[in-house]
């Protein structure tokens, strides 16, 4: 018998077998295996990659232990609901099907084969083959396998007591047994900023470094640095280094010449041409950050507070883009890598004074230490004023190449001062005051009276705060159209607000957006924002809302937003609202995680919000000059406190008296005309045009050069309609209309330089960072895209709509868990079996869930406000003690009798993934933004088994 005889064989369906399996079949056009009802089992494109799986780990089990595992996976009867949850777990993995032959070649290792070996490529040719001309002619019958299908299964059922769902998971996403092998080369790795965080709360537990873990707040908001400025663009240098079919005429490889000439026109056609590649120019270096701590004699007191308070702050803001954060003590000669140190040997450093009258000796060892690759540093002497402007302070350091020296110095009243030593003498940058008696009072969190047990969240990476009470703990996208966003000062997170002031952060790591909770205080949750401004390491939502009771005609009404100023205007009709709301801003915080609601007095309209990130405080004015500056950190507001304490609002009186001057980013004004004679720029920028083609940007301070912008040597405006306009740092974004087309603009200032033209769509917002290094729009699908203004066209991150459903339906049956979502004609049952949370999808109509008919009931009061949870019926089980609420944005909330949440699913097609308080998640990783947590169906499992019990 040749091979292509033997792999027809082998192909063969017994029918005593197969009758046992549902009656299989190959179909009439050999194209699937089919079973007696006409149901397919698996298709010849399938069972060729399957096969390909099977014989790629000799020897091959018989096709119908094949067949009948397939069948085990595709049912899941009763003994194999584990196999079958991991087939239905791992769709849409790449080569599954292969993976699945892997796996049944594992769970067949050891049984007897029958008949002659059969080869790969034999049984690929036989699949063609058999498609096109049927079964060859046998003698006899075909052959029986050498078990029945009850031993086989009872093998298979034996072999599946080693494996886990996470084992056959893996086996059918990657084709091979689970590895620890690589888990000690893996060494988890905590951004500098979770250090810092743990090492504020190593502090609050330490009598000696409780009181600097209390102003921590305040210098974290007060102390920053001077940006090092945008580096200019680098032309190529160096000589040729590479061939590429990209590139100028004059670069062209001397070879291309002697083309044939019709031969030359058609490799220019289709980009076949060579040319010489320039070396591109290296990127800039990271600085690097060196904090110099004086724990000397002069800084012994309540000064050491400040002082030790600066050095955490420094060394968690803004140290993210720094190529290295170190640390020099006067009392110890070692440089501290606070990456890698011990947090607690560093807090025990932090503790320590020494008898040193002047930390020169600190400060030169810091300066004539190399940095890593030789990187610019920013090198921070944290000291007394007296030490600060002594020039014997600075004596023998030298600095180097783009190295900058900064003091941060502090007195005993409380008075600090950020300054720079350059040209051998001090400059000072910035001061403010600090309430030094308060720190010297603080106590350890040890030795605080508490009234009763302290609430702490279970999982560190939850919100904390003025926060709403349901959260949205997962991550499939943006939940709402995209209606205003803002960047953070550094541009490293954006804020995204959509319908009902549901907010969205979106990281530029590649990660998938965080649904935020919103603002929330005494019942009522901030659900109108009219601006998102940057603050130092995070956001501020400014909007309006109404403690006490929501109104019945919003002061809100008829109200529209413009984006460019942040200012609120009343539409025509408005009425007056029964119930006063007040200003609210909602300061999110990214390292703390943390959301502090802060209310600025009653609202009205036409106000204009503001922000001043270096005195990390936020101000809105009115038209009639009433309004309020507060200070983020400290809650202190000017001038309607009733706290006139000189420390709680002295940053706030400064952003006060600051208020008109210009933000960034800012809107520019779109009102192009002819200047008139002897008119000069006001604080607004805004347009002039000089010629049909030639325009100026003037504001205050500066004025660009008169610029024409080209495209391909021709003036790129023809008679253009401008719609909107921003301006920040040196980048200025132009939206406009010329030629029927709608584009934005991307201009670099003061020259005018071109840095990119995109579309534009219509009723699409965008936005630039405050430091111009960042542009945000949103596209025609209801997404958003981050990317550098140097180079708009090219995608830093993105965030998609989510695309859930709304229109749920939710079936509760009796036991400790028995849930069903039905979408369409997806149902996903999620059950708990022996304290484990099982699940379940299948696609088609199903019978109403067994058990006590489920009882409508009114919504949870405490669930949330009327506009997320609409005023339906949920399903209600008296006997099963559970109640499931939905919400506009597709997620289940589980309540157990008690009125407590339990646990939350949210489900897309067949997609599913299920969240427990405490951080615990499962599920689809597009779902929940990542891999599922350990253990995590046991130990929701246990979770709802505990509150089913209450």
Known sequence: MNGLARADSYLT?????????????WSSNRDAVERRDGTTLAGADELRAVLDGVFAAPPAPPFMFVLNLLHLMKTGPSGFETLHAAFVGTRG???????VGLLVAELCNGLPTDGEPVTAADLSTALRTFRLYGEQPRPGPAAEPPLTRTEFESHVSRRLRSFTGSDLA???THGCRPSTAGGPLAKEVEPLPVRVAKLLALARRRERLAGSAALAPSLDAALALPPRGRPPEALPVGGYCDVTTRGEPERLLPGQFALDPDEFVRRFAAHELLYFKREEPHEALRPERVIVLDQGVRTWGRVRHALT???????GRGAKGCARVSLYLTSSAARIDLAEADLERVADQLEASDLTPNPNAALVLALHEPGPEAAPRDVILLTHVRSARDPATYADGTCGDGDRVFAVAVDESGAVELGEWAGGAFTSLRSFRVDLEAAEAAKPEEARPHPGPRPSPANPGEWTGDVEPVPFPFRPGLVCEPLQMGFDTGGECLAIVGWNGMVHA???????????PRAHRGGVTLRHVDAVVGVNGGVVLCGRMVQGGEPTVTAAAGRTVTPSSHEVAPASGASEPDVAEQFAAAHYDWSARQVTLHLLGRATAGATWTAQPDLHCVAVRTPEGAGNAVDLATGGLFPDSPRLTEALVSRARLAWARRQQPQSPCDVSTQVSQPEPGSEAGAAPFLLRVNPYVYHLQQAHTTWQAMCPLDDGKPLFDDPAFHRAQLAGSVLAL???????RRLLLLRGPDGTVLGNVTYPVRSIFTLSPNGQRLARRGTDRSVTVSDTSDPARTVAAAAQAALHDA????IAYGPLDLTIIIGCYRHHFQLDGGELMYKVRWGPGEPAAGEPAESVWLLPEAGEPARFPPHLVRHNRQARWRAVVDRFGQVLLYNDGGRLTAAFLVRRERAAAWAPGGVFWGDARLIGGPATPDAARRIGLALLAAHGD
């Not at 993995?93 to 993976?99: E, F, G, Y």
């Not at 308070?309 to 060394?315: E, G, I, K, N």
């Not at 939206?735 to 087309?741: D, E, F, L, P, Q």
């Open 735 to 741: 939206g406009y209309t010329s030629a029927g087309k």
């Open 808 to 811: 749920l339906a939710v079936e």
């Open 506 to 516: 979106l990281a530029l790591d590649g990660t998938l957006p965080e649904v935020l």
């Open 309 to 315: 308070s600066a050095a955490v702050s420094l060394a």
């Open 13 to 25: 369906v017994p029918p005593r077998y197969g009758a046992d399996l549902g009656g299989l079949w």
């Open 170 to 172: 893996h086996w059918l």
């Open 93 to 99: 993995a790449v080569s599954r099907a292969r993976n």
